[in-house]
């Protein structure tokens, strides 16, 4: 196909987002609209493990239409009688970690041999604070981890370095036991799941003070509302097609 006959091209959703959106509609209650998702490995591992605890997820689309979700509300994760396998999803299995450190239950997740060997501390380290427990059921610090959930504390909690999953996990975490948290980091980490907390109804206020940029959630709604959402495109990936156009 000649370049110049191409009108229009669809770029494929953001990665991250997509897998915010998944994990947020999932403790939603209510029906969710999503569409724009990306389709690929790493949000195919993390619906998976959302589908393990309860989740009725469809097929996630691979040319960008609707899918619509029930989410089953933080509380309504069933025993998902298997490990939660995020096969290859760092950032699934970081969010998750967070989420299932809330929720009144034990699981075990894993992932490939690569996430295998990737640290989990700075997520985990922050999570015993709040009180959740981990065993290493491997190396320290990483995958597999069984998680014990439930009965989490408040947390002030200053960052090392600027991390979204570190920032994420804890924010999600604080969500789904009910609780509050506040989030200092040395720089401003990307917002996505502040921005779609605060679509599903989740009231946060973040502000400069100092050298640190902080994120606080107080007051918890009980329940979240379903999200209305259209994933933006991967500039990362538009980038090969604007190469593309530019080269003629």
Known sequence: VEAESVKKIRVPGDKSITQRALIV????????RLKGLLSSSDPQSTANVLRALGVVIEALPDDGSELRMAGIGPDGFRDPQCVLDFQNSGTGARLMLGVLSGCSMVTTIT????LRNRPMGRVTDPLTKMGAR????????RLPIEVTGGGLRPLQYET???SAQVKSALLLAAVTSGTLAVVSEPSRSRDHTERILSLAGVSM?????GE???VELRDPPDNLQPLDLEIPGDFSSAAFLIALALLG
């Not at 992932?111 to 690569?114: A, L």
């Not at 206020?205 to 003070?209: E, L």
Request: a neutral charge; glycine letters at 10%.
């Open 205 to 209: 206020r973040s502000y400069q003070f």
């Open 212 to 214: 640190r940029w902080n």
């Open 160 to 162: 090392p370095i600027a």
């Open 111 to 114: 992932g490939d041999d690569s």
């Open 25 to 32: 509609a999932s403790i939603a209650s209510g029906k969710s």
């Open 134 to 141: 981990f065993e290493f059921l491997g190396e320290s610090r």
